[in-house]
Every structure is written in C-alpha cells, then in structure tokens.
C-alpha cells in the first residue's frame, strides 16, 4: 500500500494498480518484495506490507528518490 495516498499496490501475488512498473514478488517462504521499475519522483514516501493475522501485522519501508 502507497500509505500517503492510501493506495492499494497488490493484493497477495496480485498487482491492482494499472500501473505496469510495480511487481510483487515472493520467495516461497515469508519474504515478500515490491518492485518498481523506472523509479519516478512521484513514488517517494511511505509503502506499507500488511499481513491480516490476528493481530494484524504491518511493516512500513520510505522510499526516497533522489
């Protein structure tokens, strides 16, 4: 999730954007990776990975293009 535009990027292996420079990956194991490629000043800030447990668990990464 773009978490300063609270945008929903993927679902599981799934991408929602329309937009075709994001890609999740996942090894298999309880590694995931987004990837954007062609890297814009547009997507500097906050992404979020959220696992719906219970509790829910969530890691915040900052992207900063420079």
């Not at 292996?13 to 062609?38: A, E, M, P, Q």
């Not at 500097?44 to 719906?52: D, F, H, L």
Request: proline share 2%; net charge positive; glycine share 4%.
């Amino acid at each position: 999730m773009f978490v300063e535009k609270f945008t929903l990027l993927t679902l599981a292996k799934s991408v929602i954007t329309h937009n075709s420079r994001f890609k999740v990956t996942h090894n298999g194991h309880r590694t995931w990776h987004l990837h954007i490629h062609d890297v814009q000043e547009r997507d500097r800030g906050a992404y979020m990975c959220q696992i719906n447990t219970s509790p829910m668990k969530s890691q915040v990464g900052y992207l900063n293009v420079v």
